[in-house]
């Protein structure tokens, strides 16, 4: 007798189901990974398109940062013409600025040459006076000899202006050395009319002997040219005037007695004055200053001009006979 089957069968595959239990577990695995997968290739779309618009970009940076460059280039190139525009423009300011300066300064010494030629011109066109004695009382130590010379080569300048002046002139001229050289302290030329022996006047100024030999002392026998030149023939309606021309004041011991010889002479007519022309010279910047101040103590004292011969021989000589 056959024994009974006691297992019981709970579960039984055949291969037919394992394959249909396979394809729909693949079917649903693809059913909930679809969207992923979609996701996935748009995903990979937008990262291409990412790629290309940042290459796209980059580009575009790098076109920028070539133009920036050439921009910063050209900006630098800029400021470099800036500078030198701005240094050229300053450097041209500076000229024009000094050429003005100039400019006015020239336009200043020639308006005050000009005036001062219209002055002169204006006392040249007015009569001063009927009569003038001018006496000329010269130092002729070896320090003035330019002096000296430019003298002789103004005279005739000086003697036509006064003309004009005045219609009768004449003109005595003394010349003087210190007493202690040893020669002749004194020449003179007697006051001398100029309208028939100037060519005596004339002569005798270009053949004024200088000093051969230095004097053993800086000051002059200036006393002794004044009383020559006081001791002349002066007639007494004339304007009578005395121009001590020199470097040198008068020996110490003897500038007070001279003062007063001066204002003697001077207060003795009223058309008298006395006028001191100074000549700077080497003699005079070593030896000190107190010369200068002699012959302004001399014009002070003399009613007359002071005045220091820098400009030319004609002006100095004219500025010292134009006294009021």
Excluded: C, W
Aim: proline letters at 4%.
């Amino acid at each position: 007798m056959r024994r009974p089957n006691r297992e019981i069968s709970i579960f039984t595959l055949s291969a037919l189901d394992i394959l249909a239990m396979a394809t729909g577990t693949f079917v649903l695995i693809v059913v909930i990974l679809m969207p992923y997968y979609r996701k996935t290739f748009h995903a990979h779309a937008e990262i291409e398109d990412v790629r290309a618009s940042t290459a796209d970009i980059v580009t575009q940076v790098e076109t920028l940062e070539e133009e920036l460059a050439a921009e910063t280039a050209r900006l630098a190139a800029a400021r470099d013409a800036a500078a030198r525009l701005n240094a050229e423009a300053n450097t041209l300011e500076s000229e024009i600025t000094l050429e003005e300066r100039q400019a006015l300064q020239a336009q200043s010494l020639a308006d005050d040459y000009a005036k001062r030629v219209a002055e002169m011109q204006s006392v040249i066109d007015q009569e001063v006076t009927k009569k003038m004695d001018l006496v000329f009382v010269i130092d002729t130590t070896r320090s003035m000899g330019p002096a000296l010379r430019e003298l002789a080569r103004s005279m005739r300048s000086i003697v036509r202006i006064l003309e004009r002046m005045v219609p009768s002139l004449r003109i005595g001229i003394v010349s003087y050395r210190d007493r202690d050289t040893g020669l002749p302290p004194i020449m003179a030329l007697n006051l001398t009319p100029t309208d028939r022996s100037l060519a005596r006047i004339l002569g005798f100024v270009e053949n004024l002997d200088i000093s051969p030999r230095p004097s053993k002392t800086p000051q002059e026998d200036v006393l002794l040219g004044l009383n020559r030149a006081f001791a002349m023939s002066l007639r007494p309606q004339a304007k009578q005037t005395v121009i001590v021309m020199g470097d040198a004041a008068e020996h110490a011991g003897d500038q007070r007695q001279t003062l007063s010889r001066i204002r003697n002479f001077t207060l003795a007519n009223k058309n008298r004055n006395v006028s001191a022309l100074f000549v700077t010279t080497p003699a005079y910047l070593r030896y000190g200053y107190r010369d200068r101040e002699f012959f302004q103590a001399m014009a002070a004292a003399g009613s007359g001009a002071f005045n220091d011969h820098s400009g030319q021989m004609v002006e100095s000589v004219l500025l010292s006979v134009l006294v009021e």
